[in-house]
Nanobody
Framework: VQLQASGGGLVQPGGSLRLSCKAS????????ISWFRQAPGKEREWVSC????????YYSDSVKGRFSDSKDNANNMAYLQMNNLRPEDTAVYYC???????????????WGQGTQVTVSS
């Protein structure tokens, strides 16, 4: 099982980015893809998840209404569209996968290399 997040970068407040998560070694439509982020000096926190079978999504209160999950089962890809970005969204973003939308880091065994998102003017 491998997961690789990409698409991060530097963006001004109010801007947008789309992160990609490439999954390999498993079939995405059988799993839930979750996004976490970790800011400097802080614990890794849950951001969102999307069910592989039906596309149901869940979001943390801090990103609800600004971030949106999507997936492409045919290509085993998941995406996190981030709009109206704020400086407090600055973090390394990770995607991971499990059979349910767990919100605690300890429930996940597979973490790929994250992608840095920096929101600054």
């Amino acid at each position: 099982v491998q997961l690789q997040a990409s698409g991060g970068g530097l963006v001004q407040p109010g801007g947008s980015l789309r992160l990609s998560c490439k999954a390999s070694g498993f079939t995405l439509d059988h799993y839930v893809i979750s996004w976490f982020r970790q800011a400097p000096g802080k614990e890794r926190e849950w951001v969102s998840c999307i069910r592989g079978n039906d596309g149901t999504t869940y979001y943390s209160d801090s990103v609800k209404g600004r971030f949106s999950d999507s997936k492409d089962n045919a290509n085993n890809m998941a995406y996190l569209q981030m709009n109206n970005l704020r400086p407090e969204d600055t973090a390394v973003y990770y995607c991971t996968a499990e059979l349910a939308c767990y919100r605690d880091v300890e429930s996940f065994d597979h973490w790929g290399q994250g992608t840095q998102v920096t929101v600054s003017s």
